[in-house]
């Protein structure tokens, strides 16, 4: 097999190990008791800390083989919370090169009404939806995304710094100089994450970083309606996901980028 194959088999192999983290993580149970959508809203209604919040990222990664680099993004991301009103929307784009050569571009919408999940993709201007009904509940509260906070994993070290004058409190996990994850987190929402992974002759690096925040300012009840010139397929739930009415929320993550 010649150099080229050998490392897009390399690159297919980095993004399935990182996906099945993300997933395995997404499933495992909080250690607090769960609430569903409703009884979660009424126990923060005093509790919020904001009304509204607006906010937009920048991201990046590198994955190198053998210092030769086989795959990089970069892109954005701005989240549109309605604590108050139990809505939430994420909008994230980004171009992606494989090897140095092909580019292509994406985008994911996210858009949670207060009980239905739409969720639309876009490769290269090709859009398709899908979405799920999220009346039996979930975890959290929609202003919360950051796993590292909700989970505490052992072994992680919690420190506090600023980042765009808001007091953050730093998620560090290490395991050695060849694994390195750190979150900063204001009030469950993550501005910034870093994270650098070593797996033999493979190293990824990826960054993400609030650009701005605003908050409490009126945001568009339009952004959390699907839109209507996509057609939206229903995600139908096995047998044992229905009878598990506590879910992690869906835009709760590890990693600085949402695996598209």
């Not at 009424?42 to 009304?51: G, H, V």
């Not at 739409?118 to 950051?146: C, F, P, Q």
Request: charged letters at 25%; aromatic letters at 8%; one cysteine or more.
């Amino acid at each position: 097999m010649n150099r080229k194959g050998t490392l897009l088999i390399i690159v297919g192999i980095v993004l399935i190990a990182a996906a099945a983290g993300i997933f395995k993580l997404q499933r495992i149970k909080p250690q607090r008791p769960p609430d569903g959508a409703a009884g979660a809203a009424q126990t923060a209604a005093n509790q919020l800390p904001f009304r509204n919040a607006v906010v937009e990222l920048t991201f990046q990664s590198r994955s190198l083989d053998q210092r030769e680099e086989v795959l990089s993004s970069t892109g954005r991301r701005i989240e549109y919370i309605a604590a108050a009103g139990g809505r939430r929307r994420e909008d994230y784009e980004r171009s992606v090169t494989v090897m140095r050569k092909s580019t292509s571009t994406e985008g994911l919408t996210l858009i949670f009404d207060g009980t239905k999940l739409y969720i639309v993709r876009n490769k290269d201007g090709n859009r398709a939806g899908s979405v799920m009904d999220l009346h039996e509940g979930y975890d959290y509260t929609v202003w919360e995304d950051a796993a590292a906070e909700a989970f505490q994993l052992p072994g992680t070290v919690v420190s506090e710094e600023q980042v765009l004058g808001r007091q953050c409190k730093v998620y560090t996990r290490s395991q050695g100089a060849a694994d390195i994850q750190k979150w900063w987190v204001w009030n469950g929402v993550t501005l910034r994450s870093e994270s650098h992974l070593e797996t033999g002759s493979t190293v990824i690096d990826t960054q993400e970083e609030a650009v701005r925040v605003e908050e409490d300012g009126d945001i568009d009840p339009g952004l959390f309606s699907p839109p209507a010139d996509v057609t939206f397929a229903p995600v139908t739930e096995t047998m044992a996901e229905q009878l598990n009415h506590h879910k992690s929320a869906p835009w709760m993550r590890m990693g600085p980028e949402m695996m598209f």
